[in-house]
């Protein structure tokens, strides 16, 4: 991605993820609504093993530490 990273993730579940709002009560699922939040764009995608989850965000929207 130009000007930006983009950062996949593999693993080997069939299952694709799903946005849902989370259970405030538990101590999990919170990830996808921390990427829908801070990244420019995220998704997934299906492969021969499992899937890769990716997002992107645009290096304007990063914070640079000096």
Same mark, same amino acid.
């Given at each position: 991605m130009p000007n930006g990273v983009r950062v996949t993730v593999s693993d080997t579940s069939?299952?694709?993820p799903v946005l849902q709002a989370p259970d405030w009560t538990t101590e999990c699922g919170r990830g996808l609504l921390l990427l829908e939040? =801070?990244?420019?764009?995220?998704g997934s995608?299906?492969?021969a093993?499992?899937?890769?989850v990716w997002f992107e965000m645009r290096l304007g929207t =990063?914070?640079?530490a000096a």
């Amino acid at each position: 991605m130009p000007n930006g990273v983009r950062v996949t993730v593999s693993d080997t579940s069939q299952k694709l993820p799903v946005l849902q709002a989370p259970d405030w009560t538990t101590e999990c699922g919170r990830g996808l609504l921390l990427l829908e939040l =801070m990244a420019d764009a995220w998704g997934s995608v299906p492969t021969a093993t499992g899937k890769d989850v990716w997002f992107e965000m645009r290096l304007g929207t =990063m914070e640079v530490a000096a």
